[in-house]
């Protein structure tokens, strides 16, 4: 009777097989964890290189990606460790012909209940992220609606900002009149002449064109308005490092000279011409 007790007890292949597949199925819980983790933790990173690349205005910050994607990480590493340790155990009481205990479920409930709590952070994480990204969206295209079309009512000037420096807007500037067949007049570099007589100021440059088929029907309409024409158009920058466009508005020049409706057009090609150079 003990013989055969003690013959049932011993482990056969099947059980150390079965022991085999368990471990390897825990390595690869763990290995799946890590490598979403390290997805995770490198998810916030590229967040904010793609919103360098946008050039964006503020960069959010993704902080809690690199914890989360680290907890995940942290956990495959213990699930690998924590399962080796039990197949070892497993196998030693096999190995001495102990019966083999009914295999734990401590690991899998314990693995289950922190994904889950891992889950449910990530996605109110997440939710409060793109609360926070509508908000900002919502505050820049605000921004932008109101930057461009800075116009005060007094001197009638028009200032919108420009993506590029002082002396790359002036060359886009310049590319987009002779492709209209605009005459540039003149090129007056204010910061260049205060720079030879020993003073500084920043880049500051106004453009002066125009075409005598389009202003001489306006002077003689309005003679007043040879004060105001050609055309001119001030690239600035200001004390922030910000290249603004300014102009005159059309709509002012009217007023003021008193210039009919059917040749405000002869003028409004200042408003395309200073937009495409800033855009």
């Not at 007890?9 to 079965?18: C, F, H, I, K, N």
């Not at 956990?75 to 080796?84: D, E, K, P, Q």
């Amino acid at each position: 009777m003990d013989a055969s007790a003690e013959a049932e007890g011993r482990a056969t292949l099947s059980d150390y097989l079965a022991a085999e597949r368990t471990l390897l199925a825990w390595i690869r819980t763990g290995l799946a964890l890590m490598g979403f983790g390290f997805v995770v933790a490198r998810f916030g990173l590229f967040l904010q290189q793609l919103q360098i690349v946008q050039h964006a205005s503020s960069v959010q910050s993704y902080g809690l990606s690199l914890w989360f994607g680290t907890a995940l990480i942290a956990a495959g590493i213990a699930v690998n460790l924590f399962s080796g340790w039990h197949h070892l155990q497993l196998i030693r009481r096999m190995e001495l012909g102990h019966a083999a205990r009914p295999h734990a479920t401590t690991l899998a409930i314990a693995t289950s209940i922190f994904l889950a709590l891992v889950g449910l952070g990530m996605a109110i994480y997440l939710l409060s992220v793109r609360g926070t990204e509508q908000i900002n969206s919502g505050n820049n295209s605000l921004s932008n609606r109101e930057t461009p079309m800075a116009t005060t009512t007094e001197n009638g000037i028009i200032s919108i900002p420009s993506n590029y420096s002082v002396d790359q807007t002036v060359e886009k500037l310049t590319g987009i009149l002779q492709v209209k067949a605009v005459t540039l007049f003149a090129l007056v570099d204010h910061s260049g002449e205060a720079e030879r007589v020993g003073m500084k100021m920043p880049p500051t440059k106004l453009l002066i064109f125009g075409s005598p088929k389009a202003g001489t029907p306006l002077m003689l309409a309005a003679p007043t308005s040879a004060i105001d024409l050609p055309l001119k158009i001030l690239i600035w920058e200001d004390a922030n490092g910000k290249v603004w466009v300014s102009y005159n508005a059309p709509s002012y020049l009217q007023g003021r000279h008193g210039i009919p409706d059917e040749l405000l057009q002869n003028i409004a090609v200042v408003e395309t011409v200073a937009a495409k150079a800033a855009e």
